[in-house]
């Protein structure tokens, strides 16, 4: 056994996400039971299990898409109150419009693969209610541009790009609106591996130009051990460990993150 | 003189689950170090040395015992401290130094040194100054400087993580062989940075495989060496 830790005394900022005691089933199958995280400002939190360890269906609840049996979300953010489940539909559509980015694995998840990279980053925008073209085109430019996107492919298709480029667009997506919290789910898996340290490299820099809090996803511990400040382990619907990334990796506590942190190559 | 550490019956082990059996490290370790103190630490391999600094920086969680830190906000115990305060910590007050560089891909030599300064708030120009003469006097080439680390050579690579680790005067700074494989110049450059911080009251722990790179600085050594565990004043110990 390790010692207890005490309350935070130093840092007197609240964390900007906070997740407590969600369950969820879905027919025979507890897919959450009794989780609770936390995200401070600017802090990477990684999440890290195999799959079915319940890690997917935590991210999308907190982009609104699933609503828990029990259990309450909140945000620390000015004119965001109570427990965000009980948003109705509209009031949750405009607070992940404005207030929450998320990249998807696949990519068709989160773009119209048809559409224009740029229209499909201007539409993110026009849900949040601008409607001058000119500013349009130029804020999607600009959320393209800081995802490291070619500006000379702008009106290309997703679906003619490559898998990196498509994460591109969807990052661009994520943050045109600036949003306070950045949510990831295996945002490289699939892509080789040199596009996905490429794709790495580019989400670190944005995270320290624009200090966003971020969730990130990945059954990949490199992928965690890169980006994360502070990481959770799942499995079987429950977290089994939190802790700092360097003592996670360097000195797991739980059988399962033990086997876990050697499994890796 | 006031005690920036006192760890006090400190001890830690590390349960293998897989082979269903616990491994001692060190147990019931206590000693003080003051401001602007060096102490070395000694004990033969497995002694629990590195784990030790580890677990002052709270990469290892201890089992038992007190770490208690004098930092700027009060006093507060490493062993018990929230995460939050920990990393809070580990940018403003307390460094760990090593011989291994993590190079980034597409971030240069002078951007890497000088992180540590925009993180505790310096201006852009001001750091990437400080960086450059970092650099310098490590015998980094300014042809370098703009070049990504990732493929310099190792002990190129070791210079840019130690301009980078002791930039910004920390109230504590941990030590893991920093010397091991470095060149005359740098070396000597390491040891004259490590005098300016101590004079300036930077309170360090230190375990080198040489310690006659260090000879001048070290204040007092601890021997982890189990069964033989104490403390000796520096002018009682041949080094």
Not at chain 1, 1 to 10: I, K, S, V
Not at chain 1, 174 to 200: F, K, M, Y
Not at chain 1, 226 to 253: H, K, N, S
Not at chain 2, 186 to 206: D, F, H, P
Request: glycine letters at 6%; aromatic letters at 6%; a negative charge.
């Amino acid at each position: 056994m390790t010692l207890a830790l005490e309350a935070p005394r130093f840092v007197k900022t609240l964390p900007l996400l906070r997740v407590d005691h969600v369950s969820k089933t879905y027919g025979d199958v507890q897919a959450l039971r009794d989780v609770s995280a936390y995200a401070y400002p600017g802090e990477v939190l990684g999440i890290v299990g195999e799959s079915g360890s319940g890690k997917s269906t935590l991210l999308r609840m907190m982009n609104l898409e699933e609503t828990p049996d029990q259990g309450s979300y909140s945000l620390n953010l000015p004119e965001t109150e109570g427990n965000l489940f009980d948003l109705d539909r509209f009031a949750r559509r405009m607070l992940c419009a404005t207030k929450i980015g998320i990249v998807y694995q696949n990519p068709h998840l989160g773009l119209l693969m048809k559409h224009s990279s740029s229209g499909n980053v201007a539409e993110r925008l026009l849900v949040a209610g601008e409607r001058s073209f000119a500013t349009l085109r130029a804020k999607a430019t600009t959320a393209l541009e800081a995802s490291e996107f070619p500006l000379e492919r702008l009106d290309a298709p997703p679906i003619e790009l490559s898998g990196g480029m498509q994460q591109r667009v969807q990052l661009a997506k994520a943050i045109a609106l600036e949003p306070a919290l950045l949510l990831l789910d295996e945002p490289t898996t699939g892509l080789d591996v040199s596009v996905q340290a490429l794709v790495l490299d580019t989400l670190k820099r944005l995270q320290q130009d624009r200090q966003i809090t971020m969730v990130i996803v990945s059954h990949d511990l490199g992928v965690i051990r890169t980006l994360a400040d502070r990481v959770m382990v799942m499995r079987r619907g429950q977290v089994v460990e939190t802790g700092l990334a360097d003592q996670i990796f360097q000195d797991p506590q739980h059988a399962y993150t033990q086997q876990l942190v050697h499994a890796k190559l | 003189m006031t005690a920036v550490l006192e760890i006090d019956g400190l001890s830690k082990a590390f349960d293998l689950h897989h082979l269903g059996n616990r491994i001692a490290a060190f147990s019931k370790i206590s000693f003080a170090v003051d401001a602007g103190e060096f102490v070395l630490l000694k004990g033969a391999n497995g002694a629990g040395k590195s784990t030790l600094l580890r677990t002052l920086y709270r990469s290892y969680l201890p089992q038992a015992g007190q770490i208690r830190f004098q930092s700027s906000h009060g006093e507060i115990d490493l062993a018990r401290a929230a995460e939050v305060d920990i990393a809070y910590l580990r940018r403003s007050e307390i460094g760990f130094v090593t011989q291994f560089l993590t190079a980034r891909p597409r971030v240069s030599a002078e951007a890497i040194v000088a992180e540590p300064l925009r993180l505790a708030g310096v201006a852009a120009d001001d750091a990437l100054e400080q960086a450059r003469h970092a650099l310098d006097i490590f015998g980094v080439k300014p042809d370098l400087w703009p070049a990504y680390p990732t493929t310099f050579s190792g002990g190129e690579q070791q210079k840019v993580n130690l301009a980078r680790a002791l930039i910004l005067p920390q109230r504590l700074l941990l030590l893991d062989e920093p010397t091991a494989s470095l060149d005359a110049k740098a070396r000597a450059a390491l040891v004259a940075r490590l005098a300016e911080l101590k004079s300036q009251g930077t309170a360090m722990i230190g375990v080198f495989h040489h310690p006659d790179d260090v000879e001048h600085l070290i204040d007092r050594i601890v021997d982890l060496t189990p069964d033989h565990y104490n403390e000796e004043d520096r002018a009682d110990v041949a080094v």
